[in-house]
């Protein structure tokens, strides 16, 4: 999935802040193949997590739920030449009419991209691929009732687009989001669930009615506890989201899954256990799938 097919990245003038001063040796990025946006906003959660805003150009356009290749240039080597660009995808946390883009990435100390990533500061530039894909998307998924955004860590990222959605509302009755994480502390997004969306001037209706958000944690106590293939097979996902039903219904339930690899596939079989098919955008099925990126 890694995209490294960059063309040339020349380093040109100096960098200047938005007041138009000139900042310390970062130099503005061109590049012919990839969009080069700019970070508006950071918000570090945790020393594990961190969200960042970036523009979002006029031509970009994307489908709730999908995702892209994000990245920064490659660090100058010791000959003098430039590495190659290091580029990840990264599920778009903001729904697809926002102006901006969002993002929700993990901190990884060693890793190629988000090691430096992490240090990224309003004004920064950074690349961005012309095109989104993905698969968790309405569109890959049959007409239902009942949708479930199952995430773990960062895999709640595409649920920040998803269900921030309204037209998530008019093809579903109930939007459940339940994210799973080790620690309370790593609940990002928890106070936008719990305060802000429901109390959101155009959203609010919505979300009071349809939205139910479903927080765990595995690592620590907390008000509900557990992993979501626990939260299934005791039935407390659905008891917790106000439902009567005990397990998925093939006919009326549809759900996404997002994070870490080992709970894609537990939570796949289950599924795949209780009738429900997967889909894709050219096959559109009961559930669809895709690994949190980490890099
Ligand atoms: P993760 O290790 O995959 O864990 C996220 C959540 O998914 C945890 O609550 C975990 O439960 C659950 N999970 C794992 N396997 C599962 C399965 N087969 N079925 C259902 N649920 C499952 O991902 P992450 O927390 O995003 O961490 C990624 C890396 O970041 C880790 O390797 C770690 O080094 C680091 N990290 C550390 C912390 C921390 O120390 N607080 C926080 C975030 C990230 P279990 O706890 O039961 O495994």
Known sequence: MNDMSMGALNDVAPAQNTEGQATEAKAPIVSATHNVETVLWVKHWTDQYFSFGITRPASFRFRSGEFVMIGLPGEAKEDGTQ???ILRAYSIASPSYAE??????IKVADGPLTSRLQKIQP???ILMAKKPVGTLVLDALLPGKRLFLLGTGTGLAPWLSVARDPDVYDAFEKVIVAHCVREVRDLAYREMFEHDLPNDELFGELAREQLSYLPTV???????????????????LFADAGLSQIKFDPAE???????????????????????LKEGSNSEPGDFVLERAFVG
Do not use: N
């Open 83 to 85: 590495g190659k660009p």
């Open 100 to 105: 901006e883009l969002e993002f929700f990435s």
């Open 123 to 125: 004004g920064d530039q």
């Open 218 to 236: 595995t690592r620590e106590p907390f008000t509900r506890q557990g992993r979501i293939t626990d939260l299934i097979q005791s039935g407390r």
């Open 253 to 275: 339930d549809r759900i996404m899954l997002c994070g870490s690899m080992a709970m894609i596939k537990d939570v796949a079989h289950m599924l795949e256990a209780q009738g």
